[in-house]
């Protein structure tokens, strides 16, 4: 509310409270705009409860920023003609990227999270990423290489893209692993190889603009929430299961990374004291009993001790990816059916314990890993019935689908337009400003 004219405020406010009552009155009509394409001054004022004068004062202003579009008078369904205003969609543009450990998705994408621009950069030469693939032990790489390539695929886009870059106002970087999103540090990523390495800082220092770092698990959980089945969920948990297991979070609308960015990472639950070593060190975490290396290691491991498999002879398994496991148990074969049903029950016992901590509406399954299909996810649902606290509401929705990089990307970008439509009340990762 505008104090002068709607609030019955008895003493005068410092002038931060003014300014915060400023930003908080104008954020609720960018984030009411956001909702609706177009809209008059007369339901902006009934929607955000503001006064009418407020709203008209808000409106001047963004529309003096290039942020709203005034549509003039609109049609009368009897009094006075309504005045149209919408926002401009295209007054800003934010960048997101999944690091990959063979490439860089990236896309532009407007202020409703379209995706203007897409490109793929890539890291490896063709060898090098069928390592990768095969569920080998990650190369160590130079964190320089990285940030430099980074950088140069954003210089790219922009280049071959045609967007203004003054326009730009952000950058997300999704990466795998555990990452303090507010001084953009990775914490541990297996698939570089590294530990506590710093990249939202350097990267922001060479490109200029604000930069979010975040655990790919927290990108998928801001796509769903953007333009995903996690849209209008206040409470749901979107689960990436790939090479690594994570999630992200979202509790009451909000992003929830918890004080050291770590939330959401249930993938190193352990569930037993002894069983195979995670990527973190320790054994018998979910991750290690129920990922898609951990079933890559599962079946080389069953045929080097002479299990018969359709999958081939052990020198032949050099190529050996989730598909095939998941064609192969298909098509009947026994070991590649037991291994991805002991995976689905693990990662199942793990989905329990973090039902029964969040209590979400909404369960999203995405990644890689699903295209190991029902002879993986059957088992899981079954454990998670089997192990999850009775009490809770059940009305969770098991949604499995492959994703594109190019939808990490643009949850990336969500990231940063989540935090640019934050509530002035709510901390923020980002200083950057609209128009
Ligand atoms: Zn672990």
């Not at 939330?263 to 129920?290: I, K, N």
């Not at 018969?308 to 598909?323: D, H, V």
């Not at 492959?402 to 337009?417: E, F, K, M, S």
């Given at each position: ?216 698990a ?11 089945r ?6 749901f948990i979107a689960v990436a299961v790939g090479?690594g297991i994570g999630s992200?979070v ?14 959401g990472?249930f993938g190193h639950v352990q569930l037993s004291?002894t069983g195979p070593?995670c ?5 018998g975490c979910v991750e290690a009993w129920a990922s898609d290396r951990a079933i890559l290691r599962d079946v080389?491991?069953a ?19 989730i598909g095939?496991v998941a064609a192969a148990a298909e098509q009947g074969d026994e070991l590649s059916r037991q291994i991805l049903s002991q995976a689905g029950h693990y990662l199942g016992r793990g989905l329990a314990m973090l039902m029964t901590v969040i209590n979400p509406r909404l369960l999203i399954i995405s990644g890689e890993g699903v295209q190991a299909g029902h002879w993986r996810f059957d088992p899981m649902i079954k454990a998670i019935k089997a192990s999850i606290f009775p009490d809770l509401n059940a009305e969770i929705i098991f949604a499995t689908e492959p ?33």
């Amino acid at each position: 509310m505008n104090p002068s004219q709607d609030s019955p405020a008895t003493h005068r406010p410092r002038r931060g409270n003014w300014q915060l009552m400023a930003d908080i009155n104008r954020n609720l009509v960018v984030n009411v705009l956001r909702t609706c394409p177009v809209m008059s001054r007369a339901d902006l004022s009934r929607a955000t409860g503001l006064s009418g004068p407020t709203v008209s004062s808000i409106v001047a202003d963004l529309t003096n920023r290039g942020l709203v579009e005034d549509l003039g008078q609109g049609i009368s369904s009897g009094g006075r003609p309504p005045y149209l205003v919408r926002l401009n969609e295209k007054a800003n543009f934010v960048i997101g990227l999944k690091l990959m450990g063979h490439a860089i998705s990236l896309v532009i994408t407007d202020l409703s999270a379209t995706v203007t621009y897409a490109q793929v950069t890539a890291l490896l030469g063709p060898a090098a990423a069928q390592h990768q693939a095969s569920g080998s032990p990650a190369l160590p790489r130079d964190p320089r290489s990285i940030i430099d390539a980074i950088c140069e695929a954003v210089e790219q886009a922009l280049c071959s893209s045609g967007v203004d870059a003054s326009r730009i106002i952000g950058v997300g970087v999704g990466i795998n692993g555990p990452v303090d999103a507010t001084s953009g540090v990775c914490r541990s990523s297996p698939t570089f190889n590294w530990n506590n390495v710093p990249l939202a800082r350097p990267i922001s220092e060479r490109l200029g603009y604000p930069v979010i770092l975040e655990n790919d698990a927290n990108t998928l959980a801001a796509a769903e929430q953007w333009f995903g089945r996690g849209a209008g969920i206040d409470t749901f948990i979107a689960v990436a299961v790939g090479a690594g297991i994570g999630s992200g979070v979202v509790v009451n609308g909000q992003l929830y990374r918890g004080a050291d960015g770590a939330a959401g990472e249930f993938g190193h639950v352990q569930l037993s004291d002894t069983g195979p070593l995670c990527s973190c060190g320790r054994t018998g975490c979910v991750e290690a009993w129920a990922s898609d290396r951990a079933i890559l290691r599962d079946v080389r491991a069953a045929v080097d001790e002479g299990t018969k498999t359709s999958l081939g002879r052990a020198e032949e398994l050099n190529g050996l990816t989730i598909g095939l496991v998941a064609a192969a148990a298909e098509q009947g074969d026994e070991l590649s059916r037991q291994i991805l049903s002991q995976a689905g029950h693990y990662l199942g016992r793990g989905l329990a314990m973090l039902m029964t901590v969040i209590n979400p509406r909404l369960l999203i399954i995405s990644g890689e890993g699903v295209q190991a299909g029902h002879w993986r996810f059957d088992p899981m649902i079954k454990a998670i019935k089997a192990s999850i606290f009775p009490d809770l509401n059940a009305e969770i929705i098991f949604a499995t689908e492959p994703l594109d990089d190019a939808r990490w990307a643009r949850g990336a970008a969500c990231v940063v337009l989540g935090e640019i439509f934050n509530a002035p009340t709510q901390p923020s990762l980002v200083q950057a400003k609209l128009g």
